[in-house]
DNA sequence: CCCTGCTGAGAAACCGCTTTCTCGCTGAGA
DNA sequence: TCTCAGCGAGAAAGCGGTTTCTCAGCAGGG
């Protein structure tokens, strides 16, 4: 764009060769044969001339531009960030590149961003965990080519690629039971998140399906300071007989820890605790931190493999759930 | 792009609204005056059509598109991410958006990525701590406009903007200093970033302003895993006197302390510890580390402000350096 | 009442590239 | 030797907008 340095073009191209313009895109291409000492001559008029053709002209004109985005709310989540990895590599492998647009959480820009997006690339991965479902609804119809990534979306027209969070909070809780625990807190995420709502599905099921075991709910949210700040709860719950603590994530639990540390309440001693998401800090703690490991590079390529069906004009996809696995670390023992 | 539902243009709003496409046009952007019954005639047709123009076809035609894109080598860098956050939002308020092109540490790939993302953006951020200083040079020509993050570029022609981390190490020694310790150790980052070669060189200053204090230097990384790695090495110098260590960064330091716990070395009754970006972590470690805080946000927005001199056609602005500013906590003490 | 100047809408050129269409040329088959 | 298919290069038509150019229509001044 707004080239000071590349006033050069096509045209200065095939000028400089001598040959007409369809030959010098037909070199560019290498879609047709042409006489080699014509490829000979534009391709030293190219270098001589430093071209490089441009990205929005080419684009016009077949519509598309080999480039997809990714809409996330917070780059700051070690999930997306591993989420995009992946994407980027396995896509990168078939000549598209990502890109990425952080809409910071701001709910409603999230919309007109992957609006915005949608018209620069030629498909979108959309992580809009806290849009309600009508609007995401809407707005995938919009979009599409689209794969929805973490939050279901009943009977939508999409692929989706997630985490089974109602599982791994299961798994979490069967973990702890082993472990004899049988009084439990959930501090649960930002309230309008969908996979804080698939967690608390998964914490109803565990109390449905084990007899004789309780889940209080706290408040809590998504990062650090959220965790750090709910610690008087928690430890007020442990006063009351509260053994193991659920956080929504990592980032909850580690601020939960330290807060925890001040007030002089020993984990695993006093009281055990697990995060989610594995995040590379997780078994950095002190103690390291008991948490569910989701497979977020392979996620990406997931995402990836099921968008590039969909801009092949091939059909959506079944929604594919990653079962999340347990890292069992020091910050859980034995009630 | 690669538009199934949109196969309407401007000439089908102008077809509808029963006027020219010029019309249409200057609806759009609202330059010329016209008609009120033309503006409303092709707003109805607008909504009624679902009708949004081609950026590809747009920014064909003026050459530029309003977006620039911020090159980062590492997006999981809590750096980057702040700096992103501060670009985006002061690029926003100038009608700006901002695309991120992860390079995923891949040197090699800097360049092609910078050089594809200059491509479809007006203006480059460019993030490249490793790249040798004279293809970055070249590079950065090849570019422009573009503003350089956060490594010094000896006259270059090309703003800058950046952390004093020669100073910031500087500052950080003198705290130490002031706490009585006199050996150091600094557990330097990768071999080639450009910011380790800026500490390295604050610590040369320190040792040499101030009598009396060594500092040796081991060599480490730039991830928990590098500080976790580097304990060994850590605790030996520790058994031959040192008594504080100035980590790359945070991420290092923590690594670092988690493995000198499990080695049973104390922090800081044993060994000060200080970290370096004040990253989010820092606070909720154990102990809290000592860090350099760098303000991030801060330096997003002012990387805007260069950029949108230089797309206004202005002149290159002056380096600007950012001094980290001390965030004492207890990871450090008295001798 | 006629001429001039101005406003604003439509026609058309153009941004830089791809792709179809056209046509000259070559070589093979009759 | 002549015809025809086939190949490859150039001309030109878009892709979807913006912007210049042109010109009709109107108001104001002489």
Redesign the interface.
């Given at each position: 764009?707004?080239?000071?340095?590349r006033a050069v073009t096509i045209a200065d191209v095939a000028a400089r060769a001598g040959v007409s313009q369809a030959s010098v895109s037909r070199v560019l291409n290498g879609k047709q044969s042409v006489d080699p000492a014509i490829v000979q001559a534009v391709q030293a008029a190219i270098t001589a001339l430093g071209y490089?053709p441009?990205?929005?002209?080419r684009?016009?004109v077949h519509?598309?531009?080999d480039?997809i985005?990714m809409v996330v709310p917070d780059?700051?989540n070690?999930l997306f960030?591993g989420i995009?990895?992946g994407l980027?590599?396995a896509a990168a492998a078939d000549g598209y590149?990502v890109?990425?647009?952080?809409t910071?959480e701001q709910v409603d820009e999230e919309e007109a961003t992957a609006?915005?997006a949608?018209?620069?690339?030629?498909a979108i991965v959309l992580c809009a965990p806290r849009m309600p479902e009508e609007r995401l609804q809407r707005l995938v119809a919009?979009i599409?080519p689209v794969v929805v990534v973490n939050r279901p979306l009943p009977g939508a027209q999409v692929p989706i690629v997630g985490v089974d969070y109602a599982r791994g909070i299961r798994d979490l809780v069967d973990h702890l039971h082993g472990l004899g625990h049988r009084r439990f807190a959930f501090l649960s995420g930002p309230e309008l998140s969908a996979s804080n709502a698939e967690r608390l599905r998964g914490v109803a099921d565990a109390v449905a399906a084990e007899p004789g075991i309780t889940i209080d709910v706290i408040e809590g949210g998504s990062?650090?300071d959220d965790g750090?700040e709910a610690a008087e709860y928690v430890d007020a719950a442990r006063r009351e007989g509260v053994t193991a603590v659920i956080a929504f994530n990592d980032l909850v639990a580690?601020?939960l820890m330290?807060r925890l540390?001040e007030l002089g309440v020993e984990v695993p001693g006093d009281l055990s605790i697990a995060g989610f998401d594995d995040v590379?800090?997780a078994r950095?703690?002190?103690p390291p931190l008991t948490s569910m490991s989701v497979p977020r590079g392979e996620i990406g390529a997931q995402v990836w493999t099921r968008l590039r069906t969909l801009?092949a004009g091939g059909p959506i996809e079944h929604t594919v759930l990653y079962r999340p696995r347990l890292e069992a670390r020091e910050s859980t023992s034995r009630v």
């Open positions: 764009m707004s080239d000071r340095n490089t441009s990205v929005a002209a684009s016009l519509g598309r531009n480039t985005a780059l700051e070690p960030q995009l990895r980027s590599r590149r890109l990425v647009a952080d910071a609006l915005e949608r018209h620069r690339c030629d919009r599409a990062r650090l750090y580690l601020g330290t540390r590379p800090m950095f703690a002190t801009i």
